[in-house]
T-cell receptor
Framework: AQTVTQSQPEMSVQEAETVTLSCTYD???????LFWYKQPPSRQMILVIR??????QNATENRFSVNFQKAAKSFSLKISDSQLGDTAMYFC???????????FGKGTKLSVKP | EAGVVQSPRYKIIEKKQPVAFWCNPI?????LYWYLQNLGQGPELLIR????????DSQLPKDRFSAERLKGVDSTLKIQPAELGDSAVYLC?????????????FGPGTRLTVL
């Protein structure tokens, strides 16, 4: 069975600074996808960034980038130039390559302070 | 493009009462998911539909929970009777199909409080 672990329940960062959220996972699959989702206080979950396991290049989306270490089963999210609107719960999620459901971690609550 | 719509947004009921949640997925999305999100936790899948067929309901507590997706569009999740431990947020999501590449789009959820 796949598991996703987020070891940081809460984090805070000053506006305009950089923060990294950690995620590790456990799987025996070779083909899979990893995701970071953002859930603001309004509760609507939004996809932030996606990584295909077969791709060595780390995914980037504007201020968001990942550090994907397949051998270590690590998938961290880096947020650069943090903005007040980045304040939210962030969930790391895993999905098998063929098809399957998202398996989420417990989340990290990020607070961006002015 | 309209997103995933859920109603109601909030529901308060007494234990042993029935309750139902409704979800309207994004137009054209064949796959629909219901997730349960307990306080301080990540969502966990309850049931997944491909069109009108429930293809994964292994995590659905079938003694009290039921779901349907008539005509492969809207879906309803029902709890009867509700228990105190059912207090949580119920999220609906949809995607074009079950391909792992396709993004799942989430609705705002229904927050259920059972007294």
């Amino acid at each position: 069975a796949q598991t996703v672990t987020q070891s940081q329940p809460e984090m805070s960062v000053q506006e305009a600074e950089t923060v990294t959220l950690s995620c590790t996972y456990d799987t025996s699959e070779s083909n899979y996808y990893l995701f970071w989702y953002k859930q603001p206080p309004s509760r609507q979950m939004i996809l932030v960034i996606r990584q295909e396991a077969y791709k060595q290049q780390n995914a980037t989306e504007n201020r968001f980038s990942v550090n994907f270490q397949k051998a270590a089963k690590s998938f961290s999210l880096k947020i650069s130039d943090s903005q007040l609107g980045d304040t939210a719960m962030y969930f790391c999620a895993f999905r098998r390559g063929s098809q399957g459901n998202l398996i989420f971690g417990k989340g990290t609550k990020l607070s961006v302070k002015p | 493009e309209a997103g995933v719509v859920q109603s109601p947004r909030y529901k308060i009921i007494e234990k042993k009462q029935p309750v139902a949640f409704w979800c309207n997925p994004i137009s054209g999305h064949n796959t629909l998911y219901w997730y349960l999100q307990n306080l301080g936790q990540g969502p966990e899948l309850l049931i997944r539909y491909e069109n009108e067929e429930a293809v994964d309901d292994s995590q659905l507590p079938k003694d009290r929970f039921s779901a349907e997706r008539l005509k492969g569009v809207d879906s309803t999740l029902k709890i009867q009777p509700a228990e105190l431990g059912d207090s949580a947020v119920y999220l609906c999501a949809s995607s074009l199909d079950t391909s792992s590449y396709n993004e799942q789009f989430f609705g705002p959820g229904t927050r259920l409080t059972v007294l």
